[in-house]
């Protein structure tokens, strides 16, 4: 009763420390850094050597390590130097900054008088660097330039706060530490790299998984060609139930580094896999005569080499069992995890087991998902289609219509889907603040487009 206890006890504090490290960041995982209220959005590894360059200066991250997600820091004067400095944010700090924005309204006062010649400011670029010397921080600074303004008493409420908005980015810079998940990866790439992941944005990415009807237990075929996304999404929603295959044609695997940023765990690490095209299109090698005799002739060999193969599990060499960060370096933290655990880490993108591809086989993928802006969108689908079982949904995103045009037509020729639909997603972004709630001035033109159906039994379709 005893070792029971003591194995609950021991799950207990395992699923206590999952919880834990999605709220708290630890030394060797992948943060997503908003800077001023997404000025600059960065993605980085925790290290203590890693370095964050705001202006001209690098700063070091590792104030950060072991910070809850969604914490606040401000540059501020150290004993080495200015330095990163978590912000402890007061209910009162809250109810000022509402109360700023309430307070910002229809007013008497305007900006026709105010003349912006650069003569208003009397505090120079000396007095700055004597303050900074002296060890005054941002916000002191900000305030000292704001005491030096000539018009500042004059301006209406809402310039008054972007005059001090726009001191303190440059003067006192604030980060905000962010977890790396779906959304935000999406968000992050469309704004900075958005050919890198084929120009896919967020709400595309929302119709892809809703289309792909992507839930637990389920196993995803993705031909994955813009960086992983996909494949982290999709993961992701799966919550480590399921599986999610990643396929390719030739020997050579489509890069999945996007997936590596959202800091997954061992469970769902082992979900992800690959598996080429041509492997999956392979039959089943062997009898099932021929089997039967192999197991009854090794079922005595089997019984003594069980306890050489619970031997043979424990790893020898600790040391290859670690994970490598971006930079190639080996992570610390994945070095005490493998050490605590006592087995290898589960890489993602390992090729798929066996049993499993012989039930994807025999039974087929419980849906499909192709975003492959570089080749033809029609001689990709008519080779994964076969292996998506019947009834089973599929969605193709392409950045243009015509492509998704083609697979459409050929489809409805060849009798191999129904319900099929070709949707342009569409968004607009509103900035909701009082007094000026209007939609944003510059916005994404295009979404690309996705084509969606489900797959049918055709006489025409080539068997499994």
């Known amino acids: 009763m005893s070792i029971i206890q003591q194995e609950n006890n021991n799950n207990n504090s395992s699923e206590n420390q999952n919880q834990n490290s999605r709220r708290i960041t630890w030394e060797g995982c992948s943060v997503l850094l908003d800077i001023n209220d997404g000025d600059r959005l960065v ?13 001209n200066k690098n700063y070091s991250l590792q104030p950060l390590i072991g910070s809850p997600f969604g914490s606040l820091f401000q540059v501020e004067n150290g004993i080495n130097g200015p330095c990163l400095s978590q912000v402890k944010l007061t209910p009162e700090a809250n109810n000022t ?7 910002i309204k229809d007013e008497p006062r305007d ?42 008493e004059n301006k209406t409420s809402f310039s008054q706060e972007k005059y001090r ?33 084929g120009f896919l944005r967020v709400d595309t990415l929302s119709l892809l998984l ?5 839930t637990a237990h389920s196993d995803v075929l993705v031909v994955d060609m813009i960086g992983g996304i996909i494949t982290g999404a999709v993961a992701e929603r799966l919550g480590g139930t399921g599986y999610v295959c990643n396929t390719y044609r030739g020997d050579s695997p489509h890069s999945i580094e996007i997936v590596r940023i959202f800091n997954f765990g061992d469970e769902i690490n082992k979900r992800i896999v690959r598996l080429p095209l041509a492997e999956l299109s392979a039959p089943q090698n062997g009898n099932s005569k021929e089997n039967e005799g192999l197991e009854a002739a090794s079922t005595v060999d089997n ?24 930079d190639g370096k080996p992570s610390t933290e994945s070095q005490k995890a493998v050490a605590s655990k006592g087995h290898k880490a589960a890489q993602p993108g390992e090729k798929a ?67 099929m639909q070709i ?26 487009y996705v084509l969606s159906g489900t797959k049918i039994y055709s006489d025409n379709q080539l068997n499994k």
């Open 43 to 55: 993605f980085s590894r925790l290290t203590a050597g890693s370095v964050l360059k705001i202006g």
């Open 165 to 197: 908005l726009k001191k303190q980015k440059k003067y006192a810079p604030k980060v905000l530490l962010r977890r790396p998940f779906t959304r935000s990866i999406c968000d992050t790439y469309f704004k900075k790299y958005p050919a890198r992941t």
């Open 303 to 326: 019984l003594s080499d069980q306890f050489d193969e619970s031997l043979s599990s424990v790893p020898v060499n600790m040391d290859e069992t670690t994970l490598l960060s971006e």
């Open 111 to 152: 900006n026709r008088a105010l003349i912006d010649n650069n003569t208003a400011q009397t505090l120079t670029g000396e007095d700055i660097e004597g303050l900074r010397r002296q060890g005054a921080s941002g916000n002191e600074i900000v305030e000292a330039l704001i005491a030096n303004s000539a018009t500042f």
């Open 210 to 214: 809703s289309f792909a009807n992507v």
């Open 97 to 103: 900054e509402d109360n700023k924005e309430c307070d």
């Open 353 to 419: 087991p066996e049993d499993a591809v012989k039930m994807w086989k025999e039974n087929g993928f419980t849906s499909l998902i192709i975003t492959a802006p570089d080749v033809d969108a029609w001689s990709i689908l008519k080779e994964v289609l076969p292996f998506l079982s019947f009834s089973a949904p599929f969605v193709i995103y392409h950045q243009y219509l015509q492509p998704l045009a083609t697979c459409m037509h050929n489809l409805q020729v060849e009798k191999m889907a129904i319900g």
């Open 423 to 448: 949707t342009e997603p569409w968004l607009r972004e509103y900035q909701v603040l009082p007094s000026r709630t209007h939609p944003h001035m510059q916005m994404s033109a295009c979404g690309g």
